[in-house]
């Protein structure tokens, strides 16, 4: 990349953040999510993974800024003593890796479908079409429950808690990509009638050759919106599936399952085991879903203001 497309880009971007001081604010603080759970061994005060560093003793305990807290523990500990500074910060850290990966996987699957539908047409175009519409008249959050209770059913408990993750991921991944598929057709289609296609097809360029090499980069933009909604989609299917006790098991903290294993204390008086992981995972989603609206207002001419 060029000196001067930095420099546009760059341009672009603090025009973007002057313009959308909201968006800007919401990109510092996923940046600062990233960052802190990118180092969470480091920052974390201990291993919420290793049943050996916390004590039962030192369950329920309240935030160091309440009374009868301990000052050891920030943000208080849960109801097995763990502290739960730590378990938000590897909860957040599993719960992003859901959500990119899984968004990962819909794009694998979707981006190629929707470049060949609109691309070829006709009855290809057609088959993609309906099979995204099947897909998505079924609803995520059922297909996921009944996925991953079979796979529990199947597996057991045991060897779940061991393929929580990958299982997750291929889930939701599955499950949404009709939504990158309907982007990639619709915007193939626009592309394939330009005069930059039609050249390179009179110069010889096979149909995978136009499709990969000159369509793809002109449709990336609407692709990366799409994909930092889809990745708060997915957080919140993995938030929502480890609450129900279908994804993370209790061991492996989420944010899910930090917000399900509190559920039943609220009205104990240990709220903060269930609000304060709450209160990050909207936090999260708020902010991706922001940096997406300022991505397409970036990324889309039409949206700027004149």
């Not at 990349?1 to 919401?26: F, I, K, V």
């Not at 719960?95 to 699957?109: D, F, P, R, Y």
Request: no cysteine.
């Amino acid at each position: 990349m060029s000196a001067q497309a930095l420099r546009t880009g760059r341009r672009a971007l603090l025009g973007l953040a002057a313009e959308r001081p909201g968006a800007a604010l919401a990109a510092a603080l996923l940046g600062v999510i990233v960052i802190a759970v990118a180092l969470a061994p480091l920052i974390a005060p201990q291993n919420p993974f290793d049943l050996a560093s916390f004590d039962v003793l030192d369950a329920e305990l309240p935030p160091s800024w309440l009374q009868g807290s301990d000052k050891r523990f920030l943000l208080g500990t849960d109801a097995q003593g763990r502290d739960l500074f730590s378990a938000i910060l590897y909860g957040t850290r599993i719960s992003l890796l859901v959500g990119v990966l899984a968004v990962a996987i819909q794009a694998a699957i979707g981006v190629p479908l929707g470049l060949l539908a609109g691309y070829v047409g006709g009855r290809t175009d057609s088959l993609v079409t309906r099979a995204a519409d099947i897909q998505l008249s079924l609803s995520t959050l059922m297909l996921a429950i009944i996925a991953l209770a079979l796979f529990r059913a199947g597996l057991g408990g045991e060897s779940l808690s061991h393929l929580a993750v990958p299982l997750l991921v291929l889930v939701i991944g599955l499950a949404e990509w009709p939504y990158f598929a309907r982007t990639a057709r619709a915007a193939t289609q626009v592309e394939a009638t330009k005069d930059y296609v039609r050249a390179a097809r009179a110069l010889g360029g096979s149909g995978p050759g136009v499709v990969w090499r000159h369509i793809l980069p002109n449709i990336l933009s609407p692709l990366i919106v799409v994909g930092t909604t889809q990745i708060a989609g997915a957080i919140m299917a993995e938030a929502a599936l480890s609450f129900l006790g279908l994804g993370m098991p209790v061991t492996k903290p989420s944010l899910g399952t930090l917000i399900r294993s509190g559920y039943d204390l609220i009205f104990a008086g240990a709220w903060w085991v269930t609000v304060i992981p709450g209160l990050v995972l909207i936090g999260l989603l708020v902010s991706v879903n922001l940096l997406g609206d300022a991505l397409r207002d970036g990324l889309d001419p039409r949206l700027r203001p004149r």
